[in-house]
T-cell receptor, first 111, second 112 residues
Framework: GEDVEQSLFLSVREGDSSVINCTYT??????LYWYKQEPGAGLQLLTY?????DMKQDQRLTVLLNKKDKHLSLRIADTQTGDSAIYFC???????????FGPGTRLSVLP | KAGVTQTPRYLIKTRGQQVTLSCSPI?????VSWYQQTPGQGLQFLFE???????NKGNFPGRFSGRQFSNSRSEMNVSTLELGDSALYLC???????????FGPGTRLTVL
């Protein structure tokens, strides 16, 4: 079945860019998502990308997809202390199939 | 539109008891999924209901069960609680073109 991997920790300085990486194993994954979780809260959808896209930009967020390497990244420009949270990558093969989540990357933003 | 709501937000139970958690999806969403989140195991998929039928199921014992009603609201039940069932239980609803999942705030279950 699908397996999604992420590095567990990332630390950046306020104002710098953050890049969170994710790899997945199932090349048929059609939908790929990024979620953010703040302490004590549920998961907040940040953005998603379809497998027929290479890049998607949404304000400070840029998602890059390399289908050949099965690699997904989330870039946060001008990272702020409010961006400190756990970021989850998720993959879904097809409509109607369950989501598979990575372990989450804890982003710490230092002042 | 109102978001996904979960009740109760916090619950304390003792070993051997059973518990029922409730989830109300976003209006118009027909799919509801349940997840267990623990520090050690991360986010693990329990099951998904679509139009009152279980569509997908994760690898959890039969003590974990769920159901969905005709108004798409869903309940999850855990019987014979164990200490290891202490976790944040998250519900997500999905619908629309991208079929994206939107999460509720979760129910924090503590088993003593």
């Amino acid at each position: 079945g699908e397996d999604v991997e992420q590095s567990l920790f990332l630390s950046v300085r306020e104002g710098d860019s953050s890049v969170i990486n994710c790899t997945y194993t199932d090349s048929s994954s059609t939908y790929l998502y990024w979620y953010k979780q703040e302490p004590g809260a549920g998961l907040q959808l940040l953005t998603y990308i379809f497998s027929n896209m290479d890049m998607k930009q949404d304000q400070r967020l840029t998602v890059l997809l390399n289908k050949k390497d099965k690699h997904l990244s989330l870039r946060i420009a001008d990272t702020q202390t409010g961006d400190s949270a756990i970021y989850f990558c998720a993959a879904r093969a097809n409509y109607g199939q369950n989501f598979v989540f990575g372990p989450g990357t804890r982003l710490s933003v230092l002042p | 539109k109102a978001g996904v709501t979960q009740t109760p937000r916090y619950l304390i139970k003792t070993r051997g008891q059973q518990v029922t958690l409730s989830c109300s999806p976003i209006s118009g969403h027909r799919s509801v999924s349940w997840y267990q989140q623990t520090p050690g195991q991360g986010l693990q998929f329990l099951f998904e209901y679509f139009s009152e039928t279980q569509r997908n199921k994760g690898n959890f014992p039969g003590r974990f069960s769920g159901r969905q009603f005709s108004n798409s609201r869903s309940e999850m039940n855990v019987s014979t609680l164990e200490l290891g069932d202490s976790a944040l239980y998250l519900c997500a609803s999905s619908g629309g073109g991208a079929d994206t999942q939107y999460f509720g705030p979760g129910t924090r279950l503590t088993v003593l």
